[in-house]
């Protein structure tokens, strides 16, 4: 059966209505995926139907707003796979397979997927032709009418003036400021007023009534007349269609300025890669590179694909992916990233992650989005847009009828052009633009610093935090343990202890054996084969090394073949006050020495838990090590307040819940599967982008360095986001709640003080440019 234009087939509405989900598969209303209503927990019922979506999210927007979903035609469906979808940058969920204009704001839809494509933007090109014949045509309109009204100076007969400024303003007001009336009159058929509305209703009002009085002079009574001619306001219209024009190029180019970090960032990864092949190295297109293949990186070159280093050692500048300008040694075994900056030496690679996959191609794909994303705060501007526009219309009749009843002579003059500048000058789009654009300067200039934002109710919400929670391995510690000492009794050697250790630990699957085996290799120790392997659950491990049995664990483990472990107490309670866990080990029946094993604590996190309560947070740490282990991190790193070890990922959620609970305002730090729950609790979710994918999924944000210093960066951009978002949202308020009076004429009665429109025009392409040119400030933002 043909689907309907939802998606939905009549017979799975049918279905719906009824409370049974239809068979087969059904579109995502929303995003166009194709979904198993049987499966997905996300649905909504709306006038008697149910709909059905892949994500909490399409769900959400759906519910905030069905029409603009349920009322969309075929050029509104998303795309294919292979083509592209345009958006609007103010209202996210108009979606498109093509361009055009936004239903809502009447803005150009620009394009959703980032692209390195250098193509001009159509619409600015367009506009900008506009502005030059609309501009060459407005200074001898200016001429004809108000420099030879100011000083008497008429370079034409006075019988001729109008239709000479009626042929100079026509193409203006026609041609040059078409858009806006198509635009006008799309806001008034769907019912959604915007600037578009105001500006078409006063420059046609302004237009229409000044040809009339040119065309059929008659038709106004003497008391119209002045000099014994109807007056004309031809350069009210044609020089406001010039100044928005103008506003809207200086805006569209501002626009154009946001997408900078993006592009930036595409123009990392190389377009081509050495391959080598049985027979050399060929140079080869990114395109053909897939997982597997072996890479040449030369110094200086960008490294074109996420691999592992198989030959040759580097430092490779990793500042674009971290924030960081320190280079980073790279040698056999290490992992590099698509876009980092070989130094140096050469280096030999095997693809690992290629094209979308690779962490470059994740950065970009969430900055998009991010820019996308609508903050909380933005609804503030969008429920005023909802009542200012037809509000402002209201003002305008009201200063037309009230100067053409008490207003001095000429009433109707006066009337006329104080209500067209207050449509004029009460344009929203400085107000509908203060949001958007911090936000998508914000997560561009978070992307440079190593802060990925997920959304903007992210970048909110961290303005907000006041406790941050932190998971302790992999987000204080580097989560990658080494064992740090080797104590021997008995006139064991240290060297023949760890290597006995590391032959029987090559065999476990325990997280602290593989410390155990680098250390030996380190220190230059043969890995033996250990026979008769075994493991004692919750104890250790033994097999036999050179014909001699060797055990390792902890006190009970030797206690359970028959030996002391007392004269190993003494040094083991020494390095368990540090924070390491400690193994002991016994070699032919007899206790042979002890291995400290300790996850080293990062470099930059006392300095950063220092910067981060500077900035009024308080610092939780979670960590299911033991009390002893957490304490000991704690007083190393210092300035924690509260420290809760032992815990189940469970636990940790429950923490965060409790501290909600109470008031507080919780970013959660970490990055392991055990700490997802933890941050899909917190207000805020941070993950460590060395963690897992299950961990960044579940945040807000990520740290692509996996490193506390991007999260004083992280609070830092929240902040100058936020604040750069209200001092936008004040201006916008306050220019608004200023100029609509003085355009009305309330300073007439006491200063004699009138707004031309063409003034009021000014001031409105003026105030969206002071909005972008402000977000845009945050670029240079010091993090």
Known sequence: ??????????????????????????????????????????????????????????????????????????????????????????????????????????????????????????????????????????????????????????????????????????????????????????????????????????????????????????????????????????????????????????????RAATGRAIRALLKLAPKTARRLTAVGEEEVDLAEIVAGDRLTVRPGEAIPVDGVVMEGRSAVDEAMLTGEPAPVLKEGGAAVTAGTVNGTGALVIEARAVGAGTVLARIVRMVAEAQRSRAPIQAVADRVSGWFVPLVVAISVATFVIWNVVGPEPRFGHALLNAIAVLIIACPCALGLATPMSIMVGTGRGARAGVLIKDAEALQMLDKVDTLVIDKTGTLTEGRPRVTAVETVNGFDSAEVLAAAAAVEAKSEHPLAQAIVTAARSDGAEILV?????????????????????????????????????????????????????????????????????????????????????????????????????????????????????????????????????????????????????????????????????????????????????????????????????????????FNGIGVPVAAGLLYPIAGLLLSPMIAGAAMAMSSFTVVTNALRLNSAKL
């Open 1 to 254: 059966m043909k689907p309907d234009a939802h998606g939905y087939s009549k017979v799975a509405a049918r279905r719906a209505s009824e409370g049974t989900a239809p068979q087969g598969s059904v579109k995502d209303p929303v995003c166009g995926m194709v979904v198993d209503p049987a499966m997905t927990p996300h649905r909504a019922d709306h006038s008697g139907q149910t709909y059905y979506f892949c994500s909490q999210g399409c769900r959400d927007k759906f519910v905030a707003d069905p029409s603009a979903y349920l009322d969309r035609g075929p050029a509104d469906e998303p795309a294919t796979a292979n083509g592209m979808i345009w958006t609007c940058p103010m209202h996210p969920q108009i979606r498109r397979n093509g361009p055009g204009n936004c239903p809502i704001c009447g803005m150009a839809l620009e394009p959703e997927e980032p692209s390195l494509d250098n193509a001009p933007n159509p619409e600015l090109v367009d506009f900008t032709r506009r502005t030059w014949v609309a501009g060459v045509l407005t200074v001898p309109l200016l001429a004809v009418s108000m420099v030879a009204e100011l000083f008497n100076l008429h370079f034409l007969p006075m019988a001729w003036s109008p239709w000479v400024q009626l042929a100079l303003t026509a193409p203006i007001v026609l041609w040059a400021g078409w858009p806006f009336f198509q635009r006008g009159w799309t806001s008034i058929a769907s019912r959604h007023l915007n600037m578009f509305t105001l500006v078409s209703i006063g420059v046609g009002a302004a237009f229409a009534y000044s040809v009339v009085a040119t065309v059929a002079p008659g038709l106004f009574p003497m008391t119209f007349r002045m000099n014994g001619m109807v007056p004309v306001y031809y350069e009210a219209a044609g020089v406001v269609v010039a100044l928005v024009l103008f506003g809207q190029v200086l805006e569209l180019r501002a």
């Open 530 to 734: 250990a026979g008769d392997f075994s493991s004692q659950t919750g104890l250790g491990v033994s097999g036999t090394v050179k014909g001699r049995d060797v055990v390792v664990g902890n006190a009970d483990q030797l206690r359970r073949i028959g030996i002391d472990p007392t004269a190993l107490d003494a040094g083991a309670d020494r390095h368990r006050l540090g924070g390491a866990g400690v193994m002991f080990v016994a070699i032919g029946g007899r206790a042979a020495g002890s291995l400290a094993v300790a996850d080293p604590i990062k470099s930059s996190a006392r300095e950063a838990i220092e910067a981060l309560r500077s900035e009024g947070l308080r610092i939780v740490m979670l960590t299911g090590d033991a009390q002893g282990t957490a304490d000991a991190v704690a007083r190393e790193i210092g300035g924690i307040d509260e420290v809760h070890a032992g815990l189940k990922p469970e636990d940790k959620a429950r923490i965060v819940g409790d501290l909600k609970a109470k008031g507080a305002v919780v970013a959660m730090a970490g990055d392991g599967i055990n700490d997802a729950p933890a941050l899909a609790a917190a207000d805020v979710g941070v993950a460590m982008g060395t963690g897992t994918d299950v961990a960044i999924e579940s945040a807000g944000i990520t740290l692509t360095k996996g490193d506390l210093a991007a999260m004083v960066r992280a609070r830092r951009l929240a902040k100058a986001t936020m604040r750069n978002i209200r001092q936008n949202l004040f201006f916008s308020f306050v």
